[in-house]
């Protein structure tokens, strides 16, 4: 029974031995895993504070972008409303050319009722019994003006004017004038 006792006591002993190696073993991989964790934690904190600074710059990149933006929205309402503008001005500038066209047309067919007035009026003149001794007659061409017509017959422009009864100077090509003798 000592020889089991002792046995006992040396298994015993071996087994506290065995539980010391284990606890150092444990002690050791416990520091190993806090250390592991320790420096996942950095890693993690280093990806962290770079993922912060990347999404601070994205930040302030997405606000340049929407002040930007706002801006060319600004400036394209801008531009439309310009472009509005011109639009409706071109529009009643195209009508009032119309207008003024419409006018001109007017003008012409009055001219033209005119022109033939005053051949009428001449041909009643003619039989009226103008003479020819007191007056001669000059049809007007291109270039022809009231000053040089007057120098040419050696008369002056208010007779010219008076004989045809003119309050204008204006004068037609085609026209026929009565020049006074002098």
Avoid: W
């Amino acid at each position: 029974m000592q020889t089991n006792l002792d046995d006992v006591r040396h298994d015993l002993n071996c087994f506290q031995t065995e539980m010391q190696i284990l606890d150092g073993r444990i002690k050791y991989y416990e520091n190993a895993l806090a250390s592991i964790k320790q420096q996942d934690f950095e890693k993690q904190q280093s990806i962290i504070e770079r993922l912060t600074q990347q999404m601070a710059a994205l930040e302030k990149k997405y606000s340049v972008v929407e002040k930007n933006r706002d801006a060319n929205t600004a400036d394209f309402q801008q531009l439309t409303s310009h472009a509005n503008e011109t639009s409706a001005a071109m529009i009643q500038f195209k009508n009032r050319i119309a207008e003024l066209e419409q006018e001109i047309q007017l003008q012409n067919r009055r001219f033209d009722e005119i022109a033939k007035l005053k051949g009428h009026f001449e041909g009643l003149t003619k039989q009226l019994g103008t003479s020819s001794v007191d007056k001669k007659t000059y049809k007007v061409r291109p270039g022809d003006t009231l000053d040089k017509i007057a120098r040419f017959h050696k008369t002056t422009i208010e007779r010219i004017k008076k004989a045809n009864n003119l309050e204008q100077d204006l004068i037609v090509a085609g026209q026929e004038l009565a020049i006074p003798n002098e």
